[in-house]
């Protein structure tokens, strides 16, 4: 791991910028929902950021952790060790099973509505297809929890840790965080399926301590998929829209968002770490009196692989409403396990958002000027891409991509 503060490290950085034609990434709305909509007429750019000659425009220094609250080293901190015996070999399993529940959950949906109407219009089937169909019933008429969340039953729960174990997890923070704050945590990249996140909220009660919640937004197709939805809710998860971001903020919590949303699924390749950014993260902090938290979760890209090329489930994505990514991936040996991959989770220092925009701290902008919006923006490129650099592990070697919406 590299050192905590750019002073430290003296990394710097060199951006080009290339064009890009509207066809090549499908985009999403600016809060980050899943539904991939219409490219803008102004297109995308790309910002490839490497290790620069430090001649080269470093990080801002306004951005840099103070001496005082940097760390000395980066703080880690691993799960818990699985119990001995066969009741931890038990618990492994059942997390490797989940899992893999996870990876097929949209397969099921799919397979077991099919066997509905053909059981009972093509076979003469009865009992098994009412069965299922009063589960799907049944469960839809359950109310799933909303702005719920326990980060300590998190802590405490099996799964969760064998999760954690199966990718063999490490969270790394640059800082503690002043928990008197509240933080909009900006999580980057999705993957193919996005379970980094999930697994991120291993570590809640590490990050925020003393009984602070991280309510993540996500796509708000998973919230109609059966059973599924239960687990999301009880992880703490809120459909991602701009309401969601003021009710996690009414309720004195913080929230996350996992920035790039389903369209960056499509930029992922072996060859460079590629991010889609849009700027509605920022002004929805703005609005909410957030301070912005980058998270970089190392290793999410690589615990699937497109079946077959990124483009046709691209375009798919455009005529689909729900979240089709669930079926778009294969992981460890063909199958829809994912790769048992290493994954660090990177949290970096913060930025004080009021400071930058020229408002007292905690005090919201209802109406963000874009043109403070931008120059926030183009800082905070900066200090992902500081993130990045400081903490990536030896094992990743790709550079850093950033595709910018510019009109976002």
Same mark, same amino acid.
């Given at each position: 791991?590299?050192?905590?503060?750019?002073?430290?490290?003296?990394?710097?950085?060199?951006?080009?910028?290339?064009?890009?034609?509207?066809?090549?990434?499908?985009?999403?709305?600016?809060?980050?929902?899943?539904?991939?909509?219409?490219?803008?007429?102004?297109?995308?750019?790309?910002?490839?950021?490497?290790?620069?000659?430090?001649?080269?425009?470093?990080?801002?220094?306004?951005?840099?952790?103070?001496?005082?609250?940097?760390?000395?080293?980066?703080?880690?901190?691993?799960?818990?060790?699985?119990?001995?015996?066969?009741?931890?070999?038990?618990?492994?399993?059942?997390?490797?099973?989940?899992?893999?529940?996870?990876?097929?959950?949209?397969?099921?949906?799919?397979?077991?509505?099919?066997?509905?109407?053909?059981?009972?219009?093509?076979?003469?089937?009865?009992?098994?297809?009412?069965?299922?169909?009063?589960?799907?019933?049944?469960?839809?008429?359950?109310?799933?929890?909303?702005?719920?969340?326990?980060?300590?039953?998190?802590?405490?729960?099996?799964?969760?840790?064998?999760?954690?174990?199966?990718?063999?997890?490490?969270?790394?923070?640059?800082?503690?965080?002043?928990?008197?704050?509240?933080?909009?945590?900006?999580?980057?990249?999705?993957?193919?399926?996005?379970?980094?996140?999930?697994?991120?909220?291993?570590?809640?009660?590490?990050?925020?301590?003393?009984?602070?919640?991280?309510?993540?937004?996500?796509?708000?197709?998973?919230?109609?998929?059966?059973?599924?939805?239960?687990?999301? !809710? /009880?992880?703490?998860? @809120?459909?991602?829209? %701009?309401?969601?971001?003021? =009710? #996690?903020?009414?309720? &004195?919590?913080?929230?996350?968002?996992?920035?790039?949303?389903?369209?960056?699924?499509?930029?992922?390749? !072996? /060859?460079?770490?590629? @991010?889609?950014?849009? %700027?509605?993260?920022?002004? =929805? #902090?703005?609005?909410? &009196?957030?301070?912005?938290?980058?998270?970089?979760?190392?290793?999410?890209?690589?615990?699937?692989?497109?079946?077959?090329?990124?483009?046709?489930?691209?375009?798919?994505?455009?005529?689909?409403?729900?979240?089709?990514?669930?079926?778009?991936?294969?992981?460890?040996?063909?199958?829809?396990?994912?790769?048992?991959?290493?994954?660090?989770?990177?949290?970096?220092?913060?930025?004080?958002?009021?400071?930058?925009?020229?408002?007292?701290?905690?005090?919201?902008?209802?109406?963000?000027?874009?043109?403070?919006?931008?120059?926030?923006?183009?800082?905070?490129?900066?200090?992902?891409?500081?993130?990045?650099?400081?903490?990536?592990?030896?094992?990743?070697?790709?550079?850093?991509?950033?595709?910018?919406?510019?009109?976002?």
């Amino acid at each position: 791991m590299g050192a905590t503060t750019e002073t430290q490290t003296k990394k710097t950085f060199v951006m080009r910028t290339v064009a890009v034609r509207n066809e090549d990434v499908a985009l999403e709305s600016a809060t980050g929902d899943g539904a991939a909509g219409d490219a803008t007429a102004g297109g995308l750019s790309r910002s490839i950021l490497t290790e620069a000659p430090a001649a080269s425009t470093s990080l801002s220094s306004r951005l840099a952790p103070s001496s005082a609250q940097a760390s000395a080293s980066p703080i880690m901190v691993r799960p818990e060790a699985r119990p001995p015996g066969l009741l931890g070999r038990l618990q492994t399993l059942g997390a490797v099973v989940f899992l893999g529940l996870m990876g097929s959950s949209l397969y099921l949906v799919i397979a077991s509505a099919l066997y509905i109407v053909i059981g009972f219009g093509v076979l003469g089937h009865r009992i098994c297809p009412s069965i299922l169909l009063g589960v799907w019933v049944g469960q839809g008429l359950i109310s799933v929890k909303v702005l719920h969340q326990d980060p300590e039953g998190i802590k405490r729960s099996w799964l969760f840790r064998e999760m954690a174990n199966f990718f063999d997890v490490t969270l790394v923070m640059e800082q503690k965080l002043d928990t008197s704050k509240k933080y909009l945590f900006a999580q980057h990249p999705h993957g193919i399926l996005p379970l980094a996140p999930v697994l991120s909220a291993y570590f809640i009660s590490d990050v925020v301590p003393g009984g602070g919640k991280i309510f993540c937004l996500i796509h708000s197709g998973i919230f109609y998929m059966p059973i599924v939805r239960f687990f999301m !809710g /009880e992880w703490g998860a @809120l459909p991602a829209n %701009k309401e969601s971001v003021a =009710e #996690a903020k009414q309720q &004195g919590q913080h929230c996350s968002i996992v920035v790039g949303g389903v369209a960056e699924i499509f930029l992922q390749n !072996g /060859e460079t770490e590629q @991010l889609q950014l849009r %700027k509605g993260f920022i002004r =929805e #902090a703005l609005r909410n &009196g957030y301070d912005l938290v980058p998270m970089f979760h190392f290793g999410a890209t690589r615990m699937y692989n497109f079946i077959g090329p990124a483009s046709f489930w691209r375009s798919l994505s455009n005529r689909l409403p729900f979240p089709f990514f669930l079926i778009g991936g294969w992981g460890k040996g063909m199958t829809l396990l994912p790769k048992p991959v290493r994954i660090v989770i990177a949290v970096g220092s913060p930025i004080g958002l009021a400071a930058l925009y020229g408002v007292p701290e905690g005090q919201s902008v209802p109406d963000p000027d874009p043109a403070k919006v931008d120059l926030i923006y183009e800082e905070w490129k900066k200090h992902l891409a500081g993130l990045y650099y400081r903490q990536r592990p030896e094992w990743e070697t790709r550079e850093l991509e950033i595709w910018d919406c510019p009109k976002s």
